[in-house]
């Protein structure tokens, strides 16, 4: 493992850090400066980064009971060291949380080590309170700052003086060049004085101290030791006017980026206006079902938008193939036909552009003085879906022509005014398909509720499972929940006692979805409260039995097994209501434990049979606890798994340790089941009793 040390090659760093690593709680910081790439070169990247992860390294390794939780924004900023990942939690900072907030949860589970990927005015603050709380916190943080000045600089971050006192360890870390390269030196601080005198306080090893060693060395001038100061001061006053010609520079293409968009939000403004005046004529086509009264409106539209006195609107009748004459403005409509061939009206091959047309207008009689009046005309192909809804030819005996500009809006208007046509058409069609789609609809909110209802159920009973177990001497606890596609009320709890003792728990809800998870979350409330009032489990479940018949819902009932575990005396006092009953691994061999019982929250307490067993336990025993989802798992070909092939499968795993017992188990299950879907949720609690 790579040591703080072996970085820094100085005599005092190895017991500086003996004693940081034995020290007690407080905000342990990493200081230094990585420039950035625009930076001049004076600055070199300090290391920061590499002495972090070995100080981690150091402080997570050096004692295997500790719990790091890790707040951070990075997710790739810090891994935990190999075979600690289960001592190691990610507190991931993601919207909607802050990253505020992520600390403060996670300062609420106390671990022994709180490691964070920044340091700013957000979270120093709280960083120094930890470390007032009797935590240990360890956060880097980029300054140039080191020693006194550095806790002198974070009442500029938030903290008020009081909060120094949570400031337990400074090491500022910078690389400065050298004859045969560059060289790594270290500040060490130690806040071992009173809050007002930190920025006095001197190092316990300074970049002073390293400079010199490595003059006497020959590796640097000695020059280089004496201007160390005035150096880091210029090499500071130079990056910060590198900063502020950056800033200006970013300024003056901002500005530029905003004269742009606003010169083109002026071109933008201009656009919209007209496609909301295109808009206003376009809703009051798109508002009608009715082709004939919808075919007017677009006539008498297309007439006021480009300056036409005249409009004829044909109509193209997919199902009987057929041009219908569908409105005629300008024009004797009583001279149109009302249905013609489309090769009459649209011809072998219709332009699907906008074209000039100054003739009259299809299925019109030829009339010579009708052509002499037509000074413009226009034909609109009306498209929709790239298909040729129908045809609009509008004309003018006043106009030479159509502008470039009006035949455009011509053509966007023609546009709407297709698939206006086009949705009038579809409208009685749809119409019949709408009662289908609302029983469909009713269907699937049916479906969705439901889906809704198991997810709900589901996070109820996740949430209800432990997250972690007591610390009880001389027991190994194991715990296994895979739930099926039909959320059930399986659950386990370990419950801790006075004097030591741990409550064993495991219940099988009978229901199905939401109840049932509420039903559970019930029962282990009432449990949680009734174990801790009487040292009988036989009493606790009778008292359990009655709340349930008082607050439970009705036709629902649980089996349950509780047993107390006094793991000093070597003995278990367990009653079992109805549940299955657990298995005890005692040299090599299966049994099942006795007692009888019957499920809570059906009988009154006169019906209730429940008995209390005793188990004197010996070292090395294990106790299986178990719901019948793990025996009731059924093969491909519908084969039950079985309970005495349940107890072979457990007998054959006994010599396993825990959690390999514990997957070997689920990995077997599963390869009976194979691709069948699972049948019930499976749930499974193991304890070992082991030497002190």
């Known amino acids: 493992m790579i040591t703080l040390s072996s970085l820094f090659p100085y005599p005092s760093v190895e017991p500086l850090m003996a004693e940081l690593l034995a020290g007690g709680p407080g905000l342990i910081i990493v200081a230094g400066y990585d420039p950035p790439p625009e930076a001049p070169g004076e600055f070199l990247p300090s290391g920061r980064a590499a002495v972090f992860r070995t100080l981690f390294d150091a402080l997570f390794t050096q004692r295997p009971e500790v719990r790091c939780i890790l707040v951070a924004s990075d997710h790739e900023f810090l891994r935990p060291p190999r075979g600690t990942a289960k001592r190691f939690t990610l507190g991931s900072v993601e919207a909607p949380l802050t990253y505020a907030q992520r600390m403060r949860d996670a300062i609420l589970h106390r671990p022994g080590l709180l490691a964070l990927d920044r340091l700013d005015a957000e979270t120093t603050p709280l960083a120094l309170e930890a470390g007032r709380n009797g935590l240990r916190v360890l956060a880097p943080l980029e300054t140039v700052l080191y020693g006194g000045s550095l806790a002198r600089g974070l009442l500029d971050l938030g903290a008020s003086p009081d909060q120094l006192s949570g400031l337990a360890w400074s090491l500022a870390v910078q690389r400065v060049p050298g004859g045969a390269g560059d060289h790594a030196i270290l500040d060490i601080f130690r806040a071992d004085a009173p ?82 005046s295109l808009e206003e004529l376009s809703q009051a086509v798109t508002g009608s079902d009715d082709l004939h009264s919808l075919g007017q409106k677009i006539c008498q539209r297309a007439g006021n938008l480009c300056g036409a006195e005249r409009a004829v609107l044909y109509f193209h009748q997919a199902a009987s193939n057929q ?156 715990a296994r929940s895979e739930p099926a596609h039909q959320v059930g009320g399986d659950f386990y709890d370990a419950i801790a006692l006075p004097d030591g003792r741990v409550g064993l728990v495991i219940a099988d809800v009978s229901d199905k979805g939401m109840p049932a998870a509420l039903y559970m979350a019930l029962t282990r409330s009432l449990l949680r409260a009734e174990a801790r009032q009487t040292d009988s489990p036989a009493q606790a479940l009778r008292r359990v039995n009655r709340l349930l018949l008082e607050l439970g819902q009705p036709r629902m009932f649980v089996t349950l097994f509780y047993g107390v575990l006094d793991a000093a005396a070597g003995q278990l006092v367990y009653a079992r209501a109805g549940h299955n009953r657990p298995l005890l691994l005692r040299q090599g061999r299966v049994q099942e434990l006795g007692g009888q019982g019957r499920p809570l929250g059906i009988f009154e307490d006169s019906l209730l049979i429940l008995s209390e067993e005793q188990l004197a336990l010996q070292c090395g025993d294990r106790l299986v606890l178990y719901t019948d989802g793990l025996t009731d798992v059924l093969s491909p070909d519908e084969e039950l798994y079985d309970l005495p092939r349940f107890q072979s499968l457990v007998q054959t795993h006994a010599a396993c340790a825990l959690d390999v017992f514990c997957q070997a188990v689920f990995a077997a299950l599963a390869d009976f089941r194979g691709a069948a879907e699972p049948f019930d949720d499976m749930a499974l609690f193991a304890v070992e009793i082991n030497p002190l």
């Open 195 to 276: 809050a007002s005198a930190l920025a006095t306080h001197p190092s316990r090893l300074s970049f002073k101290t390293c400079l010199q060693e490595l003059a006497q060395r020959g590796q640097i001038a000695p020059q280089a030791a004496l201007s160390f100061e005035s150096d880091l001061l210029r090499r500071t006053f130079s990056l910060l006017a590198v900063k502020e010609t950056l800033l200006r520079q970013a300024t003056q293409r901002l500005e530029m980026k905003n004269t742009e968009l606003e010169a083109a939000n002026r071109v933008l403004r201009h656009r919209t206006e007209a496609i909301f």
């Open 323 to 478: 041009a219908a004459v569908l409105a005629v403005t300008g024009w004797d409509a009583s001279a149109f036909p009302a249905l013609l061939a489309p090769l009459q009206v649209f011809g072998a091959h219709p332009s699907l552009r906008p074209i000039a047309y100054n003739r009259c207008p299809p299925g019109f009689p030829p009339s010579k003085e009708e052509q002499k009046a037509i000074r413009a005309g226009l034909w609109l192909p009306l498209i929709a879906q790239e298909r040729l809804v129908g045809l609009m030819i509008v004309h003018s005996a006043r106009k030479p022509q159509f502008t470039p500009g009006e035949v455009a809006l011509m053509q966007t208007f023609a546009n709407q005014a297709a698939v206006a046509l086009q949705r009038a058409g579809l409208v009685d069609q749809l119409q019949r398909k709408i009662d289908l789609l609302e029983q469909a609809q009713v269907e699937l909110a049916k479906k969705e509720r439901l889906e809704h209802e198991l997810e709900l159920a589901r996070t109820v009973q996740q949430s209800m499972l432990p997250q972690s177990f007591p610390q009880v001497p001389g027991c190994c606890f194991i």
